[in-house]
């Protein structure tokens, strides 16, 4: 069974600029998060998606937002970046949403903004 | 705040020895879990424990949970250099609709 996907693993953009990262789930997983890590703050929540529907949300500002397509495949944009952006994007699949069944990351995509 | 804290920040051992991990948290849970990573890599799911339970194996990998405490513990036994890692718990509140929340990790180092 193939693995949680992300693409990009890298990517450099300026500030002000726009980016959408995607992630494809382990085939048969409808529930989709993100979330962002960086080495101040740690592994903080972004968005939970399952059946295409937003089931959670962290405390992010509304730059950060998400989708997820009936694919169950789920992108992330952030818009208007700013420096302290620069983290790691990981993303994680799961057969159940919420905390009820363990979750399965991708390696992430390292977004650092100049 | 931060629900799920662990301890200690760092632990550096000698291969072969026992590494043990402990984490703390504020708030009921429905489940406590264990997550190692390596470096600059996505995290790997070890152990989910349940609230109604105290004790699972796997592996070399023994985990605890003591509710009225709010602590679990992580015991890697026998290590190896390929146990060199972070390792994170995350607990879900009941009050935050079972959204997980991380520790900042603990940063395991084998020494060979």
């Known amino acids: 069974k193939a693995g949680v996907t992300q693409t990009p693993r890298y990517l450099i953009k300026t500030r002000g600029q726009q980016v959408t990262l995607s992630c494809s789930p382990i085939?048969?997983?409808?529930?989709v998060s993100w979330y962002q890590q960086t080495p101040g703050q740690g592994l903080q929540f972004l968005f939970e998606?399952?059946?295409?529907?937003?089931?959670n949300k962290g405390n992010f500002p509304g730059r950060f937002s998400g989708r997820q397509f009936s694919n169950s495949r789920s992108e992330m944009n952030v818009s208007t970046l700013e420096l302290g952006d620069s983290a790691l994007y990981l993303c994680?699949?799961?057969?159940?949403?919420?905390?009820?069944?363990?979750?399965?990351f991708g390696n992430g995509t390292r977004l650092t903004v100049t | 705040s931060q629900q799920g804290e662990e301890d200690p920040q760092a632990l550096s051992i000698q291969e072969g020895e026992n590494a043990t991990m402990n984490c703390s948290y504020k708030?009921?849970?429905?489940?406590l879990q264990w997550y190692r990573q390596n470096s600059g890599r996505g995290l790997v799911h070890l152990i989910l424990?349940?609230?109604n339970e105290r004790e699972k194996h796997s592996g070399r990998l023994r985990v605890t949970l003591d509710t009225s405490k709010k602590s679990s513990s992580l015991l890697i036994t026998a290590s190896r250099a390929a146990d060199t890692a972070s390792y994170f718990c995350?607990?879900?509140?009941?009050?935050?609709?079972?959204?997980?929340?991380w520790g900042a990790g603990t940063k395991l180092i084998i020494k060979p």
């Open positions: 994680a699949s799961s057969f159940l949403e919420g905390s009820n069944s363990p979750l399965h």
């Open positions: 085939s048969g997983h409808r529930s």
């Open positions: 998606y399952f059946s295409e529907t937003q089931r």
């Open positions: 708030t009921s849970i429905n489940n």
């Open positions: 424990i349940r609230s």
């Open positions: 995350a607990t879900d509140r009941k009050d935050s609709n079972y959204q997980l929340i």
